[in-house]
């Protein structure tokens, strides 16, 4: 599978391509070349194109599936070429929340960091410092520092292995879509955070929708359920849900967040995603109103992403300064008291 950054090259070289009037035959042809990569793949799609077989036929393989049934779509529609250059802008777009949101990992790395530093200080420097200045173990630090050195000392090789063996188990766990699935929830669901991540997931989400909506060749509550795909798995389950309940309660009340039964999933909705559906059914115009709920919900979900950003970035800095200076303050502190006591002797 293409990773976000090849789809939106490969998004914006066959739509360019396509927009100049260049066959898709020879535009995929080209792709081959375009991307190295794929050159086999490109090659056969290119094949594929020769015998009359479509576009999205291929891209399954190496495309999402939502992505997948917009191309289908736009080839439906005749509109291929806007299509491909708004999934260039929509991936771009995620692309870039995503960025935001891989700061999250910053304010743990500082952590991390800070206890790096203080495990070196309390079983290599400390100790030596203590040793060669004779201010001996006195005093909590001193004590904790001889108990870890002695520890590292003597089992340094299972602590090793132990450590490699979490770190390895906890790559494995991450691996399983039902794991991640559950630090998706766990991060929707927490202060502040969550709801910028909200925000910022159904932001994306009508882009795709509003996307499939242009194309006017599926129907909405179809692009409901195959959108929904691009929603963390816990979000999607309402959007099914609307999908189906639309038909007989209208868009605009299966969407609205305050019309739900207590325990439903779209009680947690954006405001803006109800809102959206309610103005399309005086206008009709979804794929606009989804455009600017999306506008909307970005703003607010990178504004508050941001401020909570920055309050985990404070603390963690100053945890890490704490077992950073903590020992050395603690090393100096009994070097003074060391000092006192031998001047008054």
Known sequence: MMNLKEIQAAAAALGNQLSAGVPVLAATERMARFQPAYAAFWREVAQGASAGQTLSSFLGRVWPATLVSVVRAGEESGTLPVVLERIEATVELQREMYKLMSELAYPVGFGALGLAVFVFFMVKVIPALSSSLGVGNHGFVFELSTWMSGMVAQHWLGMLLGGGGLAGAAAYWLSQADNRSKVADLMLNAPVVGDALRHIAFGIWAHYMALMDATGSIP??????????????????????????????????????????????????????????????????????????????????????????????????????????????????????????????
């Open 220 to 345: 909405v509550t179809e692009g409901l359920d195959m959108t929904s795909a691009a929603l963390p798995p816990s979000l999607r389950e309402g959007m099914r849900r609307m999908s189906v309940e639309a038909v007989v309660r209208g868009l605009g009340d299966a969407a609205d967040p305050d019309r739900q039964p207590d325990g439903d999933s779209r009680r947690t909705w954006p405001f803006y995603i109800g809102n959206a559906f309610l103005i399309a059914e005086e206008t009709g115009r979804l794929d606009v109103e989804l455009l600017r709920a999306a506008r909307a919900m970005l703003k607010h979900g990178k504004e508050k992403l941001k401020v909570a950003l920055w309050f985990a970035n404070v603390i963690a800095l100053f945890v890490s300064a704490v077992l950073i200076v903590g020992p050395l303050a603690a090393y100096y502190i009994q070097l003074g008291i060391a000092l006192a006591d031998a001047m008054k002797g």
